[in-house]
């Protein structure tokens, strides 16, 4: 059975247009350079933001522009208290630090929860923003009410924004977790020990028929393209048909996560 992410992104999406109605809601996005892919992500943006009535500005930085630039642009969207989240596009031109520059967002502005106060939140499994990739995955599991307590979850990726902190998230649902990466040896025996296998590798059809059993909930974190411009999951389609239920690609937690981007906004701007 394939699953989708449609309906969710709309739950989300009424309880940010009301949150917006009573209080005051800003997000801004600092783009640099022309990626087109980033584009298509900011496009999704805003046309989130205008179906919620929320404040979206982009500020768009060319290519050569330098860390001390950025900094300050930053420290001004800090102080500006229309701005209640700020996202930093990645990734950047060579000679940008990205871990320096998302850090330099006041925390309490993090809207992808990945400013380092706000890990360390979710090690110590306080109340706060989450990455919003991996908040899709848990969402997508919860409604379609796929229990994910005591199950064996293996991610397969361990990237500051999806694979690690989703290993987090599991373990706080009582997940029992593996983590595979490059350097993982017998991947295909981890994978098929799983109850739920999420694939977040940036390969396209990384994920085979042989790799997943008839049991198994298979999430696809994947977006990837081919040379006629069709997007791919990290899933292979011949092993949804292997499965019990498998996430779709596209249309499943792609669509999620620009409505959890904003599910964070929401919290943010009702604590400012
Ligand atoms: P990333 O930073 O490139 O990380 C990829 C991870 O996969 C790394 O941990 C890497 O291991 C692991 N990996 C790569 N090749 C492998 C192999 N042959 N065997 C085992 N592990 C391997 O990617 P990401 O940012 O996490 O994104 C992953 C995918 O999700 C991409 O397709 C991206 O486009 C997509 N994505 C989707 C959304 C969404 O909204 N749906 C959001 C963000 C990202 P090492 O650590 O050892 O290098």
């Given at each position: 059975m394939l699953i989708y992410g449609k309906d969710i992104r709309e739950q989300i999406k009424e309880r940010v247009r009301q949150t917006a109605i009573e209080v005051k809601m800003g997000l801004a996005i600092i783009r640099v350079g022309d990626d087109p892919s980033s584009l298509a992500y900011v496009r999704g943006i805003r046309k989130f933001a205008e179906e919620t009535g929320v404040k979206a500005e982009i500020v768009n930085l060319p290519d050569s522009v330098g860390e001390r630039e950025l900094l300050n642009t930053i420290g001004d969207l800090n102080n500006n208290?229309?701005?209640?989240g700020i996202m930093l596009q990645t990734?950047?031109?060579?000679?940008?630090?990205a871990s320096r520059l998302i850090n330099a967002i006041d925390f309490d502005k993090d809207v992808e929860g990945i400013h380092n106060y706000n890990l360390g939140k979710l090690i110590s499994k306080e109340e706060g923003v989450r990455p919003c990739t991996p908040k899709a995955v848990i969402s997508m599991l919860k409604a379609h009410d796929i229990?994910?307590?005591g199950q064996k979850v293996t991610i397969i990726g361990r990237s500051m924004t999806v694979g690690s902190p989703l290993a987090l998230m599991m373990t706080a649902e009582n997940a029992t977790v593996t983590v595979c990466h490059t350097?993982?040896?017998k991947l295909k025996e981890e994978a098929l020990r799983a109850d739920i296998l999420v694939a977040a590798?940036?390969?396209?059809?990384?994920?085979?028929?042989?790799?997943?059993?008839?049991d198994m909930v298979v999430i696809d974190v994947g977006i990837n393209f081919d040379e006629n411009g069709k997007m791919l999951g990290d899933?292979?389609?011949?092993?949804w048909n292997h499965c019990r239920v498998a996430s779709a690609?596209?249309?499943?937690?792609g669509v999620i996560t620009v409505a959890e981007l904003f599910d964070n906004l929401r919290i943010l701007s009702q604590k400012a």
């Open positions: 208290s229309v701005i209640t990734p950047l031109p060579a000679g940008l630090n229990p994910i307590e350097r993982t040896r590798v940036g390969k396209r059809e990384f994920v085979t028929a042989d790799m997943v059993h008839k899933v292979h389609e011949e092993a690609v596209p249309g499943g937690i």
